[in-house]
C-alpha cells in the first residue's frame, strides 16, 4: 500500500484535499484485517470510528431478514454517516470475502493536528 498519499486519493472523500493534510490523515488510520462473514459493526452499535475499504468487500446486512442490500468494495468508505450526526449505527456490516480496512477514530481532529504542525502550538 502506498502511504505517500497516493494510496489515500482513490478514495473519493480524499481527492480534493491537500497532501499536508492528507499526511495528517495517514498517521490516524489504524489497519484492520477482517475475515469473510466477520460483523464489522451491528445495528445498534455506538459509532467510534469510519472505515476506508482497501481490499475485498462488505455487506450492508439485515440481520433479522437474512438479507444483504448494499455491498461496498474496494476503495468505498463507510461508516460515516453516524460519526456525522452522532447517532448509533444504522446497519449491520459484515465482510463478503476477506478484507483489509484502514479505520479512523472520531475523535482525530485532523485540522487541529495539521494547525499544531504548522504552527508548532
Do not use: W
Not at 2 to 27: C, H, P, W
Not at 84 to 91: A, G, L, Q, V
Request: charged share 25%.
Amino acid at each position: 500500500m502506498n502511504m505517500q498519499g497516493g494510496f489515500l486519493k482513490s478514495f473519493e472523500l480524499f481527492r480534493t484535499i491537500d497532501m499536508v493534510l492528507l499526511a495528517n490523515i495517514m498517521m490516524h488510520l489504524q489497519p484492520l484485517h477482517v475475515e469473510q462473514g466477520a460483523i464489522i459493526y451491528r445495528r445498534g452499535d455506538k459509532a467510534d470510528e469510519m472505515f476506508f475499504l482497501v481490499s475485498g468487500r462488505v455487506d450492508y446486512f439485515l440481520e433479522h431478514y437474512r438479507v444483504v442490500y448494499k455491498t461496498m468494495t474496494a476503495g468505498s468508505y463507510f461508516g460515516d454517516f453516524e460519526i456525522i450526526f452522532k447517532c448509533i449505527r444504522k446497519h449491520t456490516v459484515r465482510a463478503k470475502v476477506d478484507s483489509n480496512i484502514l479505520t479512523l477514530h472520531k475523535d482525530v481532529n485532523v485540522a487541529k493536528t495539521t494547525q499544531r504542525r504548522h504552527t508548532g502550538r
